[in-house]
């Protein structure tokens, strides 16, 4: 079997995208795209689950179109949000959105039960107001209590397409509930959310056949007559960095660069020590036995949310050239202040922490954009440091997959902030990281290791090459105003 279908679903958009394997070549087709947003309800924050099914099947019968009768197929997501099923499997509520504004206070209510120190040290993950852990502990008992099986979005998606229940390893580890050392659900933790380890799957790797496509599917909608589900990386993340081709001969790190930046190494054992915990870096599991040691940081949603206020009216690539002829350095926000995590408007929120910080107020929306492409760079910088210290390895090369790999702005801004090599590429890390695992459970690539090689062989890997910044030690004087104690104790 020779086509591969990767359903990639992030926080703003979605995708099918078909890979072929060909004489050692891995080509891409998109096949399907679709937008993707939560809305307000009542106050809350919802997906709108169903319409994502509808769209994984629009995607397929496209690709029967275009006459693809055989296929496998592997789904990706954003982590951490989840989908309560009744013993009948339907819905029990709506799925939130993990900006949703019921978490706010959430973590100090957890660490009055369970310290955090202890939490961490089970679970490695980072202390994030939207981990699953803090939703669950807000979502109302009573649904809670009618649950028979809680699935997170990828594996619900599965379960629609062929009945099978599972929780995915890599996206799992992101709940704040699987401990370490079992490699299980951690007993305290789902005792303290009045939860039973039966109201959660079989725990599920990432590569495991979970069977075909429902028959009812095929001929209800005239999808592929065969098409095998593959169990794929379902975090986003996990797939992304999967995607990215890390440099065999140089110590690197990654940036996975979408609506979030998330910026660590895949390491073989978890870092879950005190340290760690105080810097808030997580470790999430990864395919093939690896951890992803990695640091949140507020990415392209920064610039994703003034794109939108600003009516759309100009394509991310046009926003780049307009940073591009703004002043640099002129204003700077600490992108990872909880004020910008979901704010009534970003444009204002980001106007007014100039102001209260006696910066000069981005006016355009081309002095905007520079802001927050300033600020990712240097908080790339900041982040960067942190993590050599955490892991006593000092990176050479820092490599950008997804997105954020287009943003040649972002990219020479990054090298010449960190002062080190940038290589960025390939933009579809993240469908390329899902079908790696689907390509590599049908046979036709050994390991993770070749489907690097031959990622890398087969796109366009960018290199930029740090240029001096005469002002960087006033920049820098700046920045640690807004991010105290973070760059200056670590040069």
Known sequence: ??????????????????????????????????SNAFSERDGSCFWDIDYL????????????????????????????????????????QEVYAYRDRRTEHVMEEVAKHISPTIVYGKTGIQQLTFNTLYQLYAHSPEELALADQILLVPDYLYYRLCGRKI?????????????????????????????????????????????????????????????????????????AVLGIPLASDKSSAYISSGTWSLLGVE???????????????????????????????????LIQEVRRLDGDRYSFAKLAELAGEADAFRSLIPCNDPRFMNPDN???????????SGQPVPETVGQLARCIFDSLALSYLTYLLELETLTGTAIEVLQIGGGGANNELLCQLTADIIGREV?????????????????????NIANITEAR???????????????????????????????PGTVSETI
């Open 423 to 443: 290589q960025a590429g390939p933009v579809e890390s993240t469908a390329l990281g899902n079908l790696a695992v689907q390509i590599i459970r049908a046979g």
């Open 1 to 34: 079997m020779n086509n591969h279908i990767a359903v990639d679903i992030g926080a703003s958009s979605g995708r099918l995208v078909l890979g072929t394997f060909d004489n050692g070549t891995l080509s891409l087709e998109e096949i399907h795209r679709f």
């Open 453 to 483: 090689t031959i990622i890398r062989n087969s796109f366009e890997i960018k290199s930029y090459a740090p240029r001096p910044l005469p002002q960087l030690e006033e920049i820098l004087s700046l920045w640690e105003t807004l991010q």
């Open 53 to 92: 099914y509808e769209q994984i099947i629009v995607g397929l019968q496209k690709a029967k179109a275009k006459g693809i009768n055989k296929c496998t197929l592997g789904i990706d997501t954003w982590a951490v949000d989840y989908v309560l099923l009744d013993a009948e499997g339907n819905r029990v």
């Open 267 to 301: 390491l073989s054992q978890p870092i879950n020590n005190k340290q760690a915990m105080e810097a808030n870096y997580t470790n999430e599991w990864g395919a093939f036995g690896t951890y992803r040691f990695l640091k949140n940081i507020m990415g392209l949603w």
């Open 167 to 239: 929780n995915e390893v890599t996206n799992a580890s992101t709940t704040q509930l699987l401990n370490l050392a079992t490699r299980d659900y951690d007993e305290d933790l789902l005792k303290l959310l009045h939860l039973r380890r039966e109201q959660f799957a079989a725990l599920t790797e990432p590569g495991e056949v979970l069977g075909f496509m429902s028959e009812i599917l095929v001929q209800q909608y005239d999808l592929p007559q065969e098409c095998l589900l593959i169990c794929a990386a379902t975090h986003d993340t996990a797939s």
């Open 346 to 356: 970003m444009i204002e929120e980001i106007r007014k922490a100039c102001m209260e």
